[in-house]
């Protein structure tokens, strides 16, 4: 599979388990986190492969929930920090 970017988001009860999930999201080829419940992953990884390693961290519970969506960053528009922008317009080996 080519690489791609992956949004995960996070619907949790209580404090989001940071440092596990970058600890995970560190197995990506790149990552990036732009607010307290979400991230961009640059990865090769299968949606479905991410979904069940985010739901196997011992610090999800089975009430939280998250949302993974492939992103076209080629369509975008929006009022970001720059370092989001440029984080995601850097080049990349694919």
Known sequence: MNARFVHVGFGV???????????????????????????????????????????????IKTSDSFLLLEVEVNARSGYMQEYVWDWLQKSRLK
């Open 13 to 59: 009860s209580g404090e989001v388990p940071i440092d596990a999930l970058e600890k995970l999201f560190a197995t990506a080829l790149d990552w990036i986190r732009y607010d307290a419940h979400c991230w961009i992953l640059y990865t090769t990884t299968e949606l479905d492969t991410w979904r069940d390693r985010i739901r196997a961290l011992p610090e």
